[in-house]
């Protein structure tokens, strides 16, 4: 029945933050969107990267990892270097967390944002976006609550979704099953304030239409505004 399947392809998949699931990071969260399940911590360090010793600013960063058996079968860990495909990943996820906080406050600290995959069914590096998200924000509410920094530094939210095209339909939040069959794969970082941060787009067999592009994007919007609402009822953020 078409109209079911429009429905669905439009749909997310359930998603449930779990603030501060650690005791001891500054800043932690849980999040699961559908079977994907990400750990994200947010660890505050009193240094600065050596190429930043000269500058006035802090910076943020991003580790990101999958456990052995987050996989359906199991995944070696990367112990002496990390895969071309993790690094990609770290930056972006650092990269998004980046975009919607002032460094400056942050002087003389790094904030270390790990994101581990419990579980992985599609759509891990969007869900660490959006976790880490909760974590970062966290942390930088503890420093400014202790006075450690002069002001607040996160001026935005930020939220990620994946989105595709599969059997000639656009999806919303693609979990492994579709995405390993989609003919275009995206994923799509924005703010809250509906700025795009990134946009990474890839199709996979036959090349797809600006028109198709754009209405991916739009229904990727869709699905981060309830992301960020997600969000903000579980900083308890208006």
């Not at 942050?106 to 581990?116: E, K």
């Not at 759509?123 to 942390?139: P, Q």
């Not at 095209?165 to 656009?170: A, F, P, S, T, V």
Request: charged residues 25%; aromatic residues 6%.
């Amino acid at each position: 029945m078409p109209g079911k399947k429009s429905s669905k392809a439009a749909s997310m998949r359930p998603v449930k933050i779990q603030r501060r699931p650690l005791n001891y990071a500054e800043g932690s969260a849980l999040i699961t969107v559908g079977n994907t399940k990400v750990l994200c911590a947010a660890s505050v360090e009193h240094q600065k990267p050596r190429w930043l010793q000269k500058e006035k600013r802090g910076w943020i960063t991003a580790e990101y990892s999958l456990l052995p058996r987050s996989t359906t079968t199991r995944t070696q860990r990367e112990r002496r270097s990390v895969s071309g495909r993790t690094q990609e990943i770290q930056r972006l996820i650092g990269r998004s967390l980046r975009a919607v906080a002032e460094l400056e406050p942050l002087d003389g600290y790094t904030i270390f944002v790990d994101c581990d995959v419990i579980q992985a069914d599609g759509g891990t590096r969007t869900a660490a976006i959006t976790g880490g998200f909760v974590a970062l924000y966290d942390a930088c509410r503890k420093m400014f609550r202790e006075k450690k920094i002069p002001a607040f530094p996160v001026f935005d939210q930020v939220a990620a979704i994946s989105v595709g095209i599969y059997d000639g339909e656009l999806w919303l939040d693609l979990d492994y099953e579709h995405d390993f069959a989609a003919e275009v794969d995206m994923n799509v970082v924005m703010t809250g304030s509906g700025k795009l941060v990134e946009v990474q787009g890839t199709a996979e067999g036959k090349p797809f239409t600006k028109s198709q592009m754009n209405k991916m994007v739009s229904l990727a919007e869709k699905g981060i505004t309830e992301l960020i609402a997600i969000q903000k009822r579980t900083l308890r953020i208006k």
